[in-house]
């Protein structure tokens, strides 16, 4: 596109100030603006219209049956043994979801990088990667393992491995792959500029992964070597057991599409996304999204009716996740604080929120597959977000639960 035909396409969506700095641009930063504005979906602003527009719930009930802990305990073997041998017949991989900016935790770096060590350094890659190797240990067969980076921050976590020498991890069994980005807008739907020449974007969320990985060839790649099943987990969760070959015997012993790793809520009100059906598929449902009724509902043995919070860690099977690649997830607006430069040319960090990051979230996708084995895990053993500093889901809180399960840090 040339000028020209930018400036009607952006007087059409009331985006005309992006182009405000243009004629104080040299040429290859005019074309580099063009290259950018021709590259935004624009669709996405009315959901900025529109909020909510696209959130209409079916009919949310109660999940019908889950594996408890002590179901698991019980069938401990069973599901290990049909988990280890998936692993080593290779059709097991792993998905680290590390595209996030992290802003909560406020370090410039990707959060994998952040050193949580007290008495040495240990970084949360470093966690995660030794999580799994308690796997690949346990079956003598490497995991393959996905990382998804954004454009922001992949450059950093790609060099960081490398120094680190995968922290031991056989490097021919680790991929990496971007996730794409979207414009960031303020409260009434401008698309900000992040610098005279930039517009400002950010990682297009989590439930972004699948559409990268396949346009990057790694779901090709995975496929070629035999891979089934892909283990979803975040990067800011340094307890998890991942690839966990009880978890994958369970779904495979139950013949499920999908599972997620749950934890029992500590209390009615625990602001958790909890597992549940939605018009009979399962589905998640947010704190925000539950009446009190729905809250405190027990089942005839006591239990709460929705007990169970997901934890952001997933099985899928690849090919009910490509079943539905062309189904559009649900886009939910973040509010966000956004960089920006202001009607001067100034540039403004600022102090509160100020406008959305379109995203779409990979628990979502849960309810697209047919059913989702919940499989009940000890939060205490497995359960440490890292997304503050201090606090709850901190830095502090993971720190003491790492040294509760004999992590020396
Ligand atoms: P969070 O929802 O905690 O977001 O991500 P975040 O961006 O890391 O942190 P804040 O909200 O800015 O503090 C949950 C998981 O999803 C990944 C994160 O890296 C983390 O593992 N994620 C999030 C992505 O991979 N891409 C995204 O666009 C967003």
């Not at 971007?178 to 974007?201: C, H, N, R, W």
């Not at 102090?351 to 979502?364: A, C, P, R, S």
């Amino acid at each position: 596109m040339n000028f020209e035909q930018v400036k009607a396409l952006l007087e059409k969506y009331n985006q005309a100030h992006l182009l405000k700095y243009y004629d104080e641009l040299n040429t290859e930063q005019k074309k580099s603006l063009l290259g950018q504005i021709e590259g935004i979906d624009f669709e996405l602003l009315n959901h900025v219209k529109k909020p909510g527009e696209n959130v209409n719930r079916g009919e949310i009930t109660p999940l019908d049956d889950a594996v408890s802990i002590s179901d698991i305990e019980n069938n401990r073997t069973k599901f290990s043994a049909l988990g280890q041998n998936a692993i080593k017949e290779g059709k097991v991989a792993a998905l680290l979801l590390a595209g996030g900016m992290g802003t909560r935790l406020g370090s410039d770096k990707p959060k994998g990088m952040y050193n949580i060590g007290i008495t040495k350094d240990v970084y949360i890659f470093e966690m995660l990667i030794n999580n799994l190797m308690d796997v690949v240990n346990q079956t003598g067969a490497w995991v393959p393992l996905y990382i998804m980076t954004s454009e922001k921050n992949n450059d950093d976590t790609i060099q960081f491995f490398e120094e680190k020498n995968y922290f031991g991890y056989d490097k021919d069994y680790i991929d990496f792959f971007t996730q794409e980005m979207a414009p960031a807008v303020s409260f009434d739907g401008k698309i900000y500029l992040e610098d005279k020449d930039k517009i400002s974007t950010s990682p297009n969320g989590n439930g972004g992964w699948f559409i990268s990985f396949v346009k990057s060839g790694l779901c090709e790649k995975a496929k070629r070597s035999g891979v089934e099943y892909i283990n979803i987990f975040a990067v800011d969760n340094v307890c998890q057991r991942i690839a966990d070959p009880c978890f994958v015997g369970a779904m495979i012993d139950g013949e499920y599409r999908s599972a997620a790793k749950v934890v029992s809520k500590v209390s009615p009100e625990e602001k958790v996304g909890v597992l549940c059906l939605e018009d009979g598929r399962p589905s998640i449902v947010e704190y925000y999204e539950m009446t009190d009724e729905m809250k405190y509902q027990t089942k005839e043995n006591g239990e709460l009716a929705y007990k169970y919070g997901v934890i952001l860690n997933y099985l899928f099977r690849i090919k009910d996740l490509e079943k539905n690649l062309n189904n559009n997830l649900m886009i939910h607006l973040v509010e966000k604080k956004i960089p920006y430069i202001d009607e001067d040319g100034n540039k403004i960090t600022p102090e509160k929120e100020n406008g959305y990051k379109f995203e779409t979230l990979v628990l979502d996708m849960v309810h697209m597959m047919d059913n989702c084995l919940a499989y009940e895990v000890v939060r205490e053993k497995e359960f440490a977000p890292i997304k503050n500093k201090t606090g709850v889901d901190s830095v502090e809180s993971a720190c003491e639960l790492l040294k509760l399960n004999g992590v020396t840090l």
